[in-house]
């Protein structure tokens, strides 16, 4: 059964960078797409984009483009969200979800990691 | 961009009754590619159904999907008290893949 593991909370100050992980325990890693979601506290979803670990393929929405850094290493099976300056406004909870295409829905949810940026 | 908007923002239903769910897409959502998702307090979200009717795997038939184009529905036959939970849509179908701002599903 697949699994995404992901990397714990995390507490940060405004300018400071971070990157959070995803982690696949099962054995399809190279063959399916890994997105990332973000919830601000108390609110919806909002999808921040996706990479195919295959061949690096990454696709950001309009929003969060040049905002974050979506990455994969398909040798540990893990997909990365990073930040290079973090702002008060990226407090949220960020889930990885994986879909079996680029135009399937997201299937599996990672538990979620949750970013607090305060000073 | 492909605007969601979910009907009602809160539904308050006695258990054993049916919920109807309504997402509105802002422009046609192409082949069906819309899901929906529920979240209960504290938990990820949970994928339940794709492709506007498909039940996602384990999901229990009191579920379904319906709608095409613009309109489409969440139907809850008969509300068991773990469906208590807030339910989006979402299109997959372009990019970017947006979700709908949900709607909460309350005890009456």
């Known amino acids: 059964e697949v699994q995404l593991v992901q990397s714990g909370a995390e507490v940060k100050k405004p300018g400071e960078s971070l990157k959070i992980s995803c982690k696949d325990s099962?054995?399809?890693?190279?063959?399916?797409?890994i997105g990332w979601v973000r919830q601000m506290p108390g609110k919806g979803l909002e999808w921040m984009g996706i990479?195919?670990?295959?061949?690096?393929?990454?696709r950001y929405s309009p929003s969060f483009q040049g905002q974050v850094t979506i990455s994969a290493d398909k040798s540990i099976s893990a997909a990365y969200l990073q930040w290079s300056s973090l702002k008060a406004s990226d407090t949220a909870m960020y889930y990885c979800v994986t879909s079996g295409s680029y135009l399937d829905a997201f299937d599996i949810w990672g538990q979620g990691t949750m970013v607090t940026v305060s000073s | 961009e492909i605007v969601l908007t979910q009907s009602p923002g809160t539904l308050s239903v006695s258990p054993g009754e049916r919920a109807t769910l309504s997402c509105r897409a802002s422009?046609?959502?192409?082949?069906?590619?819309l899901a929906w998702y529920q979240q209960k307090p504290g938990q990820a979200p949970r994928l339940l159904i794709y492709g506007a009717s498909s039940r996602a795997t384990g999901i229990p038939d009191r579920f379904s999907g319906s709608g095409s184009g613009t309109d489409f529905t969440l139907t809850i036959s008969r509300l068991e008290p773990e469906d208590f939970a807030v339910y989006y849509c979402q299109q997959y179908g372009s990019s970017p893949k947006t979700f709908g701002q949900g709607t909460k599903v309350e005890i009456k």
């Open positions: 099962g054995y399809r890693f190279t063959s399916y797409w």
């Open positions: 422009q046609s959502v192409s082949s069906s590619y």
């Open positions: 990479i195919y670990p295959g061949d690096s393929d990454t």
